[in-house]
């Protein structure tokens, strides 16, 4: 059993919208997560983010989850939005460092190693976003399977 846990700021976008992605794949032996570094619990998703999952035919019930110790010891993959993301946690939890990677690091991009933070912007961006982390996603499915 892969449990991936994606970690974003604030739960309500990026990881997120991430988690939503690769449910929405149903792949067999695969259970995930989503939580945040500095989010408060039980937030709605960003608006922008419900309606770009909308259009992709994505149905997603969230609330945010600030990250906890049991978030971390119940993964066998951490998959982080940004360098900085990943920074935080190796701080935090040094003795899980061996499964805490940029989602763009575990797929072997090796362009700009962050998704970028659509918070505040406006739909086209979020729907930027969404697609940035499904290609990192879809990249990633060998590897986790």
């Not at 604030?10 to 259970?31: D, F, H, W, Y």
């Not at 805490?100 to 930027?128: C, M, S, W």
Request: charged share 25%.
């Amino acid at each position: 059993m892969a449990r991936i846990l994606f970690v974003c700021t604030g739960n309500t976008c990026r990881s997120p919208m991430a988690e939503a992605i690769l449910k929405s794949k149903q792949v067999p032996g695969v259970e995930v997560k989503s939580a945040g570094v500095y989010a408060v619990n039980g937030a709605d998703a960003s608006i922008n983010a419900k309606i770009v999952l909308e259009e992709n035919r994505i149905i997603h019930d969230h609330r945010s989850a600030s990250l906890t110790k049991e978030d971390v010891e119940w993964a066998s993959l951490i998959l982080t939005m940004t360098e900085g993301h990943k920074a935080v946690l190796l701080d935090q939890y040094p003795e899980a460092s061996d499964k805490i990677f940029t989602l763009k690091e575990y797929a072997e991009e090796n362009q700009n190693p962050d998704i970028a933070d659509p918070f505040g912007g406006n739909q086209q961006i979020y729907h930027q976003s969404f697609l940035e982390i499904k290609e990192n996603i879809e990249k990633i499915l060998k590897k986790i399977r």
